[in-house]
């Protein structure tokens, strides 16, 4: 397929901006049997993410006596995209996906409290357009302090780039798809540092500066959904 043109009238395919997010709800606590969970609607994606434990490790030669060990599984549901319609499930590129996104949490959650015991990550993409990676960390964060489990800070992640000279924040799929680099980024806000950051394309230093505070700019949107999800959820009546 030919490269669609991405920016029209100075506008984005969608009509936002070039610093504009996509609207972004969350919901805490709606899988009972999880011990925290969160759902996510980010523009058209839609995502659920459960988190189970500390429980018994399996199998059992997995344990770390010293900590906690982490297991996420990140997954696209077969239905989510029209594009890969009945073919997701496990491949190369969730393998990856859960493999980092694992390594984001084992960063935050205080593993050495529960030695000899997992905790497990689930993150169901049901429907996707662009960022989905970006979505679950999001959302797993919200499902991980729901859990209880104790934390060193909620993470965000976000996903934008290039388009020709442009910079712009949080891409659909089209834009994932055809800009001139994509770059995903999960940040620890309180820990000020960068637990995940991909790129898929090509950027100057200086444009990966501006887009650094690009992505800290929209920030406090996004830990704004999150604390509202918890707030939503815990709020005392009366
Ligand atoms: O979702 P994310 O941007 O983190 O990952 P990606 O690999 O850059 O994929 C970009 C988008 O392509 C996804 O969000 C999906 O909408 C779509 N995609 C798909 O439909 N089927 C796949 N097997 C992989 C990606």
Redesign the pocket.
């Known amino acids: 397929m030919q490269k669609p043109e991405l920016i029209k009238d100075g506008k984005r395919l969608d009509g936002r901006d070039f610093e504009e997010l996509r609207p972004l709800k969350i919901v805490a606590g709606i899988i009972k049997n999880a011990t925290g969970s969160a759902y996510l609607e980010w523009g058209n994606n839609k995502v659920l993410a459960a988190v189970y434990g500390p429980k018994e490790v399996l199998p059992k030669h997995l344990a770390d006596p010293e900590k906690a060990i982490v297991k996420c599984r990140y997954a696209?549901a077969p239905f989510s995209?029209l594009?890969?319609h009945g073919?997701?499930g496990p491949?190369r590129?969730a393998t990856e996906?859960s493999k980092v996104t694992k390594e984001v949490f084992e960063n935050l959650i205080m593993l050495e409290k529960f030695p000899s015991t997992e905790i497990d990550i689930f993150i169901e993409i049901l429907q996707?357009?662009?960022?989905?990676?970006?979505a679950g960390i999001t959302a797993a964060g919200v499902a991980l302090a729901d859990s209880g489990i104790p934390i060193r800070d909620i993470p965000f992640a976000v996903?934008g780039g290039k388009i020709g000279d442009k910079l712009a924040i949080d891409f659909n799929?089209i834009e994932?798809?055809y800009s001139d680099a994509?770059i995903?980024i999960a940040i620890s806000p309180n820990l000020d540092r960068v637990l995940l950051l991909q790129m898929d394309g090509k950027m100057t230093k200086e444009e990966f500066s501006r887009y650094l505070d690009m992505v800290e700019r929209v920030s406090k949107q996004i830990i704004s959904a999150q604390k509202n999800a918890l707030l939503e959820k815990y709020k005392v009546n009366g």
């Open positions: 696209m995209s594009e890969e073919r997701a491949n590129r996906i996707s357009d662009g960022g989905t990676r970006s996903a799929k994932d798809n994509d995903p």
